[in-house]
């Protein structure tokens, strides 16, 4: 009998004890719950002893011919990775999502893997390039500018001038205006079954914990561009637009126009945000000496700068179609985004217990606005007639 083996006899042991004192007091539940561990170490023990033998009989065939790694056939190379592999989740905690034996069989090992192939997602660094806030309360970000009087036309502001002396100056100003940011509530909850976290060769828990972090990641980075009716304002929300002349194409003028919109103090961190399949139609448009707009950049995260500006490229952004909003330009310090509560992600391993599963849940609180309609700009595609 080997150490593990020892040591699962002890536990189950301990645990008998356990439960027989709470059966004396009557605590039903608390007992009935401890004799489920014992089953469960049990189960272990039994596969302990199980490898423990095949040890056993190795060792006394160790005379016969050793066949190298090339000559195992696919089988026994997965029996002997599957070995392995149980030798070191045995005594493993573990944790899962809506993940089941049933619709996620691939996840269990018939040949052993260690990979997830997951589909890449584009995403442009909108909320890094941000202004972020962390307000329990409503945040007020005070905006200054022209200010309108009843029946007059002209905005009114701040006026410098020409003065002859012994003249009265004549005051005016602008007003103050405030973008408001409360916070919005996001939460996901995913479960896995405990069979799947069993039966994988791969710790299933952690996956899921980094896939919700990502999923996260997704859903900021489109409301934080596109806004969400009812809840927060994005990036596309601005007030500064150019119209393309097309309801189905961008010419290297439109582009030209629409970097022009943003003032020229506002330039030094302005970049580019487009959709996968608008940046292939902008890649292929040429200037009057039939050289590319787009050009190479190495030392850049992408490789392409536009018109001397880095290119973002999200799948979260819209495609080219009738009045889509399909280039954003400029700086996104403009957009405001204040977190209340940071993403928040938790492995629950008690509240699905009589489920045999366990939860991964996920919260964060945000809001966000264009503070600064100056320093970003869109590219609106033409209404169809």
Known sequence: MNKKMREFLAAIEEKQKEARSFADANETDKAAGIL???DDLKKQYETEEKLFKLEQEQAA???EEVRTEKELTQSEKDVKAFAGYVRAMVNKASTPQNITMGNNGAIIPQTIASQIIQKVKELCPIYANSTIYHSKGTLKIPVYGDKTVSGDDAPHNITVGFAAEFSELTADAGAFSSVDLTGYL?????LIGKSVVNNADID???FIVNEMGKKIA???EDKLLNGASGYNQGALATTTTMNAGSTSAITADNLIDLQAKIPTAYQGAAAWYMAPATFTAIRKLKDGNNRYLLQDDITGTFPYRLLGKPVYISDNMPAIASAAKAVLYGDASGLAVNIREEQNIQ???EKYATQHAIGVVAWMEFDSKVADNQKL???V???NS
């Open 36 to 38: 489920d561990e014992i």
């Open 61 to 63: 065939n160790s005379h």
């Open 186 to 190: 996001v939460g996901a909850l995913t």
């Open 204 to 206: 299933v828990t952690n």
């Open 218 to 220: 997704e859903f900021l």
């Open 347 to 349: 492995v629950l391993t």
């Open 377 to 379: 700009a869109t590219l």
């Open 381 to 383: 595609m033409s209404a």
